[in-house]
Each structure stands twice: as C-alpha cells, then as structure tokens.
C-alpha cells in the first residue's frame, strides 16, 4: 500500500509564497514521476509541474517563472515553490506519483489535496 500526503497550504495574499510538501509512504521500491496538479472549484483537474526521478522537470505556461517543484534526495517528498501568488492559484493542489512497489506493481497514486486560496 502506498500513500501520498499534502501539506502546506493556506491562505496567503496575492504575491505571497506557499511551499507545498508531498510525502509518500509504504511499500515502495521506486517512485518515477511526480507530478503536483490543481482544481480549482468548477473547473478541470490541471497539471501544474511534473518531476523525474532523474530530476528533469517540465511546468505548465500558468507554473513557469513562479513555481518550483524538485525532490529530496531519497526521492520520497516532493515540493512545489510557488511564489507570486495570484487569485488564479487559488485550487486544490493535489500529488501523483508513478509508484513500483514491493508486489512490483506499478501504479499511480493521488494525495488527498490541500487547499490553497489567495485573496487580493
């Protein structure tokens, strides 16, 4: 069993900053891409960055210049920066990850979210 926990969102007024945490747990051999993705009520889930266990990292045009998604070293949390918040940020920001486990299986996994809500 694998689980992904959000943390770190808030309320923050618009240019502020939030980081987001994603931490994985679990029988876990190796997790490939982690992406971070966001709904905003009304509307379509949305990619907002992705991260390769390599490290390579990729944005949507929305994300980029403000945002800033890496990894720790053992690979297990992922981070979003998000820095100059603007209203339109304003979502449920949610993790997936591309997870082998210990049946070697290979799946994905969604968090739970956590909300983030900027005021102007």
């Known amino acids: 069993q694998v689980q992904l926990v959000e943390s770190g969102g808030g309320l923050v007024q618009s240019g502020g900053s939030l980081r987001l945490s994603c931490a994985a747990s679990?029988?876990?051999?190796?997790?490939?891409?982690v992406g971070w993705y966001r709904q905003a009520p009304g509307k379509q889930r949305e990619l907002v960055a992705t991260?390769?266990?390599?490290?390579?990292?990729d944005y949507a045009d929305s994300a980029k210049g403000r945002f800033t998604i890496s990894r720790d070293n053992a690979g297990n949390t992922v981070y979003l920066q998000m820095n100059s918040l603007k209203p339109e940020d304003t979502a449920v920001y949610y993790c997936?990850?591309?997870?082998?486990?210990?049946?070697?299986?290979?799946?994905?996994?969604w968090g739970q979210g956590t909300q983030v809500t900027v005021s102007s």
């Open positions: 679990g029988s876990i051999i190796e997790i490939y891409t």
């Open positions: 991260i390769t266990s390599g490290g390579s990292t």
């Open positions: 997936n990850a591309d997870v082998r486990t210990v049946a070697r299986t290979r799946n994905d996994y």
